[in-house]
């Protein structure tokens, strides 16, 4: 989610201005190695597709 969050808010002019300590420590986690993040994302494929499904169930019932 670290990595998925800096790519989408890193086009926010001053982001890191305008953020809560706590969102730009996910940022910094997001920009952690690309590679690692690819492994870390391969070795735990199956989790994390479960993990995305339940997140985008729980944001549609937040969405309606």
Not at 14 to 26: A, I, Q, T
Request: no cysteine; glycine share 2%; charged share 35%.
């Amino acid at each position: 989610m670290a990595f998925a969050f800096d790519k989408l808010t890193e086009s926010i002019p001053h982001r890191d201005d305008l953020m809560p300590e706590s969102s730009r420590e996910l940022l910094r986690l997001g920009k952690a190695n690309e590679d690692l993040w690819n492994e870390i994302f391969k070795d735990n494929k199956e989790i994390l597709d479960e993990s995305v499904i339940e997140f985008v169930k729980h944001l549609t019932n937040t969405k309606n």
